[in-house]
């Protein structure tokens, strides 16, 4: 009889999965724990580590809020498995800064208002750190207007279409935006 079979019958009888010991490096801190190998990263983060920074909207990639970097590239937590990512280093909101050393983003987000109910924030705020950094890497988007520019110029659609998979349900698009550009010019207008 093949794992897959066992499992297949432990499933059909109502035990539970056997459960994998990882190691997370998360917001530089080496953190290990067992989980069920169907756990994503957002469920390992929020119910495990207990960092609720990192919001559970959709659970099905189509919000964003759920955005953490991994390896510096942002990517929506509740489509992945904490079993992948033992040699990755995953930086959530918690690992931007705290309330009192705010990170650039973060700093701009609130002297732009970039938020209402908060809700969507944390991912709001870890995409954006993440799309700036493909911006200086020079990855043109669909809004690039000329891709064999040497540099990006982060219009207002620019960063509108790189922010497209991050959902306000508040509506405050105007002021992330402005939040944004303001990061990338090292401050508020």
Not at 1 to 11: G, I, K, L, N, Q
Not at 78 to 89: N, Y
Not at 141 to 170: F, Q, Y
């Amino acid at each position: 009889m093949s794992a897959s079979d066992t499992d297949a019958m432990r499933r059909s009888r109502g035990e539970p999965a056997p459960l994998s010991a990882i190691t997370l490096n998360v917001n530089d801190q080496v953190r290990r724990l067992e989980v069920d190998p169907r756990t994503s990263l957002l469920d390992a983060l929020r119910e495990q580590l207990r960092m609720s920074g990192t919001k559970k909207g959709c659970d099905h990639g189509q919000c964003g809020a759920c955005t953490v970097l991994i390896n510096g590239r942002r990517v929506n937590s509740c489509l992945t498995l904490a079993v992948m990512h033992e040699d990755d280093e995953i930086v959530t909101i918690e690992g931007l800064g705290d309330p009192d050393h705010l990170g650039p983003v973060q700093r701009a987000f609130v002297e732009r208002d970039g938020f209402q109910c908060g809700y969507c924030t944390p991912g709001q705020i870890c995409s954006a750190v993440g799309m700036l950094a493909e911006v200086a890497a020079g990855w043109p988007s669909h809004a690039t207007a000329d891709v064999s520019a040497p540099r990006i110029t982060l219009t207002d659609d620019e960063i509108r279409e790189r922010m497209s998979g991050n959902i306000c349900r508040c509506a405050a698009y105007p002021n992330i935006v402005a939040a944004i550009r303001d990061s990338a010019e090292g401050g508020p207008r």
